[in-house]
């Protein structure tokens, strides 16, 4: 969302929104999975080079408050480790 | 006893239509280019292979208080099918908007708003809630008897008076409601939270950058603006909830209501967001104010005005003058008896005019025709009848409201 041109960030924020709700707490985990799925499949783009897992990376920043220091580095953690359905992802590409 | 009768009226009273049009016109408007908008993504949202199939748009339904749901897409994962519903939602959405069968259309409109949102609720913002929301009004409100093809149809018909119809105003008191609660709800469970209270919460949003617009001057981040805005988002969401009832302060509250979602809309990427809270709030107006401000507007556009001759011999037919007269809402079209042996407009300044064009672009409520010129000419054309007019030299405004 940082790099997007204005016009195209209006349209593109739904993907925000669903970003917003797929890494929350632990209610959301089980939306993981389909997530890291459709990662794969767009990254999908030689079937001799399919990706086999993809990892889900969370940054965040922990804002106190408006008086307290906001720290400069994001702090970084895997958050879900998926190994790729081979079956679905061909499927899904159409191949 | 005096109260309750005037409780009675101002809830069940009778009054004109204008609003429920103006209300459905924006509200299909924006749902209609809210979902052109997704288009661009059906792929994603919408598929099997996309980030919300149907099997988690279902587990999300029944992780809540399973309650049955409107969704007519809650079986089929056919991508294909998805997508002619959608594209039926968008023209449902259009046809809603320029009033044609819209008591269907508004009821095809909600049904299929309510499904696609819960095709893909992880998607969803608060303004999609309030737009489902106010398209379930516009679907049980009058809406298509004023500012409709419905009501041009039915006049150009002879089935429709050519005074508008007083309508119950109940659906209209339901939108003002319904932005009370919005405004209310969004200020108590603000009031909970720490940071609203200390007068530090807007400092929050802006460090969320994906959310980035415009850039405002540093001192927007700094105390003591952050207090004021924090303190005067609250005192504003109070006021719309309590006082837009208020005749006096109403106009108050409500730009009060506008600078500040025209201020998040400028600085926050939220679609739509803002455009959906504010056009809750013309629910405040009633029909009368709206066809008043129409009046005064055609009054100030002196320089628009133009006098249409009809050919010679022939004068407005009553149907003509009726469809005519609710196309000039703004007034400024003068029709009169002509020598010529065809249409001839001419403006204040004495310039000769293209006539059926000249009034097409003076009419807001001709545009739709642009999409059908030809189509505006035949019904400018078979608005004659042979005969001298009753009523020279009259804007067929005047003739309606005469």
């Not at chain 2, 749902?31 to 099997?48: G, H, P, Q, R, Y």
């Not at chain 2, 489902?132 to 093809?149: K, L, Y």
């Not at chain 2, 010679?312 to 003509?320: D, R, T």
Request: charged share 20%.
């Amino acid at each position: 969302m940082y790099d997007l041109g204005i016009p195209e960030k209006y349209v593109k924020e739904r993907y925000r929104k669903f970003l917003e709700r797929m890494d929350v707490d632990a209610t959301d985990s089980w939306k993981r999975p389909n997530f890291a799925q459709r990662i794969a499949l767009l990254a999908y783009k030689d079937p001799r080079d399919p990706p086999v897992r993809v990892q889900l990376r969370r940054h965040f920043r922990q804002m106190e408050g408006m008086y307290k220091p906001v720290p400069k580095e994001y702090t970084e953690f895997i958050l879900f480790d998926y190994i790729v359905d081979q079956e679905k992802l061909r499927k899904d590409a159409g191949r | 006893m005096k109260h309750f009768k005037a409780i009675d009226r101002a809830l069940f009273g009778w009054g004109s239509p204008v609003t429920f049009g103006v209300v459905r016109i924006v509200t299909a408007s924006l749902a209609l280019i809210n979902f052109l908008m997704i288009a661009i993504d059906f792929d994603a949202w919408f598929t099997e292979r996309g980030f919300i199939p149907l099997w988690h748009a279902t587990k999300w339904a029944a992780m809540g208080d399973n309650v049955p749901r409107i969704n007519l897409l809650g079986t089929t994962t056919d991508s294909r099918v998805t997508m002619a519903v959608y594209a039926l939602c968008c023209v449902a959405c259009l046809f809603t908007a320029i009033g044609l069968w819209t008591r269907l259309s508004s009821i095809v409109m909600f049904v299929l708003i309510v499904s696609l949102h819960h095709r893909a609720p992880d998607i969803l913002h608060s303004g999609d809630t309030l737009m489902r929301q106010m398209a379930f009004f516009v679907m049980i409100a009058p809406s298509g008897a004023a500012c409709s093809i419905d009501r041009l149809l039915a006049l150009w018909k002879g089935k429709a008076s050519q005074i508008l119809p007083m309508v119950s105003i109940w659906p209209q008191r339901l939108m003002q409601f319904q932005v009370t609660i919005v405004y209310f709800t969004t200020v108590w469970h603000k009031w909970g939270g720490t940071h609203w209270r200390d007068g530090t919460a807007t400092w929050f949003v802006p460090q969320l950058h994906e959310f980035d617009r415009f850039p405002v001057p540093a001192f927007f981040d700094q105390q003591p603006f952050v207090a004021i805005t924090t303190y005067s988002t609250l005192l504003i969401e109070l006021g719309i909830a309590f006082l837009a009832y208020a005749k006096p302060l109403r106009k108050w509250v409500l730009l009060a209501g506008v600078a500040l979602h025209a201020g998040i809309e400028y600085r926050f990427n939220i679609p739509l967001f803002s455009f959906v809270m504010c056009s809750s709030y013309l629910a405040f107006y009633d029909g009368e104010e709206f066809s008043a401000w129409a009046k005064r507007i055609g009054m100030k556009l002196k320089f628009a005005r133009i006098t249409v001759e009809m050919p010679q011999g022939n004068s407005l037919s009553s149907k003509g003058a009726a469809t005519l007269g609710a196309l000039d809402f703004l007034g400024v079209v003068n029709f009169g008896q002509g020598d010529g042996d065809c249409w001839v407009a001419t403006g204040t300044r004495g310039a000769i005019k293209n006539p059926y064009l000249a009034v097409l672009k003076r009419c807001p409520g001709v545009w739709v025709y642009f999409l059908a010129p030809g189509a505006w000419r035949r019904l400018m054309d078979r608005s004659l009848e042979p005969g001298p007019s009753p009523i020279p030299a009259k804007s067929a405004a005047e003739v309606v409201n005469s």
